[in-house]
T-cell receptor, first 112, second 110 residues
Framework: DQQVKQNSPSLSVQEGRISILNCDYTNSMFDYFLWYKKYPAEGPTFLISISSIKDKNEDGRFTVFLNKSAKHLSLHIVPSQPGDSAVYFCAATYFGNEKLTFGTGTRLTIIP | NAGVTQTPKFQVLKTGQSMTLQCAQDMNHNSMYWYRQDPGMGLRLIYYSASEGTTDKGEVPNGYNVSRLNKREFSLRLESAAPSQTSVYFC?????????FGNGTRLTVT
């Protein structure tokens, strides 16, 4: 039972345009969400997070939106740059639980 | 500051062989984790340790054992490797929720 789903295995976006990566979850207990970025032959690195008390969190070119009623979050990257080409994982957890549940990942390719 | 260090980077085993994957962190984190990454499956938690001397099973613990040797080190052991354990293994540590990952061990079991 996949509690965190990323339904798009891959996404290609022109350099300079907006990249939108989507993530859905099924567990109503989840109240904290994170995005990780992974380059080949490296471990995932933390990118941005959002708590369920917010519906938006912004950090430079990266913005995460949370729609609790739809159990959906999205990561927006504006403008997209070639260095953003990577696999992006969303992850979720709940208060008091340090273990993260990860989605299956979306491979983002930025086309120069 | 090395962060999370995993050894080895690559390993090939024959079915039935055993091996231990090593992980050490220098961030003084209490919690440590072992994940495996498989195509189309994302990252799945194998085992978790909230502190020195404690370990808990994750989502896919079968075929693995772990040891939290001290606060820094958390090892993963395959007693009798199987082709289904071919994967990339990541160790991670955390103090709260944001995990810090090592660069992984790519394991192939033939």
């Amino acid at each position: 039972d996949q509690q965190v789903k990323q339904n798009s295995p891959s996404l290609s976006v022109q350099e300079g345009r907006i990249s939108i990566l989507n993530c859905d979850y099924t567990n109503s207990m989840f109240d904290y969400f994170l995005w990780y970025k992974k380059y080949p032959a490296e471990g995932p690195t933390f990118l941005i997070s959002i708590s369920s008390i917010k519906d938006k969190n912004e950090d430079g070119r990266f913005t995460v939106f949370l729609n609790k009623s739809a159990k959906h979050l999205s990561l927006h990257i504006v403008p997209s740059q070639p260095g953003d080409s990577a696999v992006y994982f969303c992850a979720a957890t709940y208060f008091g639980n340090e273990k993260l549940t990860f989605g299956t990942g979306t491979r983002l390719t930025i086309i120069p | 500051n090395a962060g999370v260090t995993q050894t080895p980077k690559f390993q090939v085993l024959k079915t039935g062989q055993s091996m231990t994957l090593q992980c050490a962190q220098d961030m003084n984190h209490n919690s440590m984790y072992w994940y495996r990454q498989d195509p189309g499956m994302g990252l799945r938690l194998i085992y978790y340790s909230a502190s020195e001397g404690t370990t808990d099973k994750g989502e896919v613990p079968n075929g693995y054992n772990v040891s939290r040797l001290n606060k820094r080190e958390f090892s993963l052991r395959l007693e009798s490797a199987a082709p289904s354990q071919t994967s990339v293994y990541f160790c991670a540590s955390s103090e709260r929720t944001a995990l810090h990952f090592g660069n992984g061990t790519r394991l192939t079991v033939t």
